[in-house]
Nanobody
Framework: VQLVESGGGLVQPGGSLRLSCAAS????????MSWYRQAPGKERELVAR?????????NYADSVKGRFTISRDNDKNTVYLQMNSLKPEDTAVYYC?????????WGQGTQVTVSS
């Protein structure tokens, strides 16, 4: 299993970013995928989750509802996180996550910094 995140960067408050997570090594469409984030000095927290196959079921942390959208492209084996109306408190390293059996798989993370 390999998960590779990209798309992070520095953005001003109110701006947008789209994160991508390219997955390989497993049957991507068969598994739900998640995005987590970890801010300095804080525990890693779940941001958004999307179910397998068509991805019709999504769940979000209360702090990002209405601003973030998770989606997936099974043809490209990629899960996305569209982040709009970004706030300084969204600053964190964002990680893609796969739960496969008893195992948790993580990407290397991508830094998102929201600052003026």
């Amino acid at each position: 299993v390999q998960l590779v995140e990209s798309g992070g960067g520095l953005v001003q408050p109110g701006g947008s970013l789209r994160l991508s997570c390219a997955a390989s090594g497993f049957t991507f469409s068969s598994y739900g995928m998640s995005w987590y984030r970890q801010a300095p000095g804080k525990e890693r927290e779940l941001v958004a989750r999307i179910n397998n196959f068509g991805g019709a079921i999504t769940n979000y942390a209360d702090s990002v509802k209405g601003r973030f959208t998770i989606s997936r492209d099974n043809d490209k084996n990629t899960v996305y996180l569209q982040m709009n109306s970004l706030k300084p408190e969204d600053t964190a390293v964002y990680y893609c996550n796969l739960k496969l059996g008893r195992n948790d798989y993580w990407g290397q993370g991508t830094q998102v910094t929201v600052s003026s």
